[in-house]
């Protein structure tokens, strides 16, 4: 007997004891018991995090996981991705694939969660305290209906006008904040869940698309390990880019799954397209992308009636057109403000040419990662930059023609990708950050894609020698191993980078030195810990890159007012107002100004002006109170500072809310406050000793006791306290 012959008997012999282990459940894995970490008391806030995130988590799992089996076992087995001569498995083969494949999902969703963990501890950065901290929309449900018909930026108020209308993501923080409030905590762990359910969608999506398991699964481990979705991941601020890929890739899963849809297949593709849209803008180029889908690439498109494929993509096209006539409604333009009306068009087809190249060296090439891309216009053909662009756009079109017959699936994801980042190529309506890499997170679903196919053609390429074929192989497979040490070093780098607002602009500064918003945000950062000499020096920068920028302006007047001059404070935000009239920060700060200077009527104008132009401003409407209670205006004060604390409930307007209450009588109303303040601010002094007084004039000697005492635990030099405490002492209490 040959040797062949003796390992074809012996592979037969092994299948076959395989197959009767398999019946008589020799091969049943014990059932494995929850995790050591879940049996371990926790704290209340982490347990709770977890516990909100794991029921979320389950119930998205459910959408994507469920795409993932049901077409695999009546998915066409081909032989370029199988051995040849296994293109008819035996039943108990099959099943052991079929075992495989229930795993892939969970190791891709479980592995995604492993490389951004670190990014649970890191805090709000960037635009996160802006938009979830200050922004009173995410705070209460009485706003829902400006989240649904106004802008993300419309509680700045008359300044806030902007292009963006993305209400999910403004609900999303909505019930973020119900859940987990001020912890930062939840919301990144809500980000890493829905990048997690992405990478499980593109699995699913791409073994749909090519009808290629291989394909899936290195398009899923790129875009898993891809350095060039940290930003998305690790800022909070991205979750917009989050929830758009996700739905927006699941609403083409389900339109691809059945070859003809039937009602609740429409119902469910139309709930994930406007969700998408929703989400974010681009997510509208669905309905094109669908039409050439159905026309070009979908499984026996030469034989389907044109009125059949019409009736698959009618109702995406006209979910589109309704999304773009409400978007007109609601903002008056589908474009309304021209964020750099400076640039004439001609720069920006050029610059979007130059934005092409760019971006295309972030997708092959992730090496310079940075916050905030500096961008400057293209003012010429023969920029190398405008060059490049203008040779991949030709390269991509020869592309798609080549391939729109011969690989079909290959000409759609260039299609994908062109059709996806089209709508952040026009530098005029974007805003100061041009380039930026979360744009690229949609558009590198087809990116992963070609690459997992390519991937796939390589290691099946049929070569005259074996020993060539192993040697590429080998060559593959370090390659695979290589690129993965690394994204997920550099994934991992990443996340520290994004922890805090000092290290982020720090970072991004070595990259960008000529950002003056990055270099505006450091001195900020500086101002809040009071190093104004650092503040002003970061800010004077940031004035030489920007000179017109009312917020460099704003900021430099309160680091030059906290320094004592005062004069060039008043030009400062004088020169800010001028430059943004209708932004409420120069007016009650330039107010705060006039006030010091004892100029009161002008600074009550600037108070009256900042809260006319942003109602929902919680800082303006508090500096307006305070004045108005200096004025002896208690009514009109009172109900300032109500609103303050309706939008923000802050401590110094409770506080100066009790101050109100005591002296227009109400003395209960300011005993209550005080209580919950002392409750909730346990370290703040000024409350306990303002309830210590009322409790002592109300004859509860014992009870203001022990306020008085807490007193002295944070300030151990308060006279007040110490010398109520000699005078309770001398009462016997």
Known sequence: MSLCEKACNTREHDFSCAVNAAKSGGFRPPRAGPPAFWQKPQRFAVHRCFHIARQASAALCVVCF??????????????????????????????????????????????????????????????DELQILANPYVKSWHYLPQIFTTTVWSFIGAAGDSNYY?????FTYL???????????????????????????????????????????????????????????????????????LLFVAAFLIYTRLSILDR?????VMACYVGAMMAKEPALLLAPLLVYYEHFVRDGHQQTPFRTKIRQYAPACLVGLSYLVLRGLLLGKLAPVS???????????????????SYARLLFWPSRLSAF???????????????????????????????YKRQPQLAFCVLWIGLTLGPVLNVRWMAANVLTERYLYLPSVAFCWLAGRIAQKAWDLRLESQRGRALLRVILCAAAIVLAALGTTRVWARARIWHDDMTLYRNTLETDSDSYIMHMNMGVTYFAVGDFVAAEKE????LELKPDSANVLNALGCAYMEEGRLDEAAKTFQSAIASK???????????????????????????????????????????????????????????????????????????????ILLKTGRDNAAVAMLQQLAKEYPYDSTSHVKLGRLLEKEGKLAEAGREYQATLVTDPANSEAQAALRRLKSLGQ
Not at 74 to 100: H, N, Q, V, Y
Not at 166 to 170: G, S
Not at 264 to 268: L, Q, V
């Open 66 to 127: 469920s795409t993932t089996l049901p077409y695999t076992r009546t998915m066409s087995t081909t032989k370029e991705i199988l051995p040849a001569g296994w293109t008819d498995l035996p039943a108990a083969d099959k099943s052991g694939t079929d075992k495989r494949e229930q795993w892939i999902a969970p190791f891709f969703f479980l592995a995604s969660l492993a490389c951004y963990v670190n990014t649970l501890f890191n805090s709000f950065v960037y635009d």
């Open 166 to 170: 993305r209400p999910l993501m403004t």
């Open 175 to 245: 019930l973020l904040w119900k859940a987990f409030g001020d912890l930062p905590f939840g919301y990144h762990l809500f980000n890493i869940l829905l990048n997690a359910l992405v990478v499980v969608a593109v699995y699913s999506a791409g073994k749909q698309l090519f009808k290629s398991q291989p394909t899936a699964l290195v398009a899923a481990l790129l875009f898993a390990l891809h350095p060039v979705h940290t930003e998305t991941v690790n800022w909070i601020a991205a979750v917009p880019d989050l929830e758009a890929t």
């Open 264 to 268: 609740k297949s429409h119902a469910a």
């Open 339 to 357: 964020q750099h009306p400076q640039i004439t068009w001609r720069e920006a087809i050029y610059s979007a040419f130059a934005l092409i190249a």
């Open 373 to 403: 891309h500096t961008f400057h216009a293209s003012e010429s053909l023969r920029d190398p930059g405008v060059l490049a662009g203008i040779a991949m756009v030709l390269g991509c079109l020869a592309f798609l023609v080549y391939f």
């Open 539 to 542: 800010l004077q920068r940031a």
């Open 581 to 659: 009239p209708r932004w409420t920060d120069p007016h009650f700060n330039y107010g705060r100004l006039l006030k010091k200077i004892g100029q009161n009527d002008a600074a009550l104008a600037e108070f009256r002006t900042a809260v006319e132009v942003a109602p929902l401003n919680s800082t303006a409407r508090l500096y307006l109170a305070q004045e108005l209670a200096e004025r002896g205006q208690d009514s009109e004060a009172e109900a300032e500072y109500r609103s303050s604390i309706q939008l923000s409930a802050s401590l110094m307007a409770r506080r100066n809310l009790a101050d």
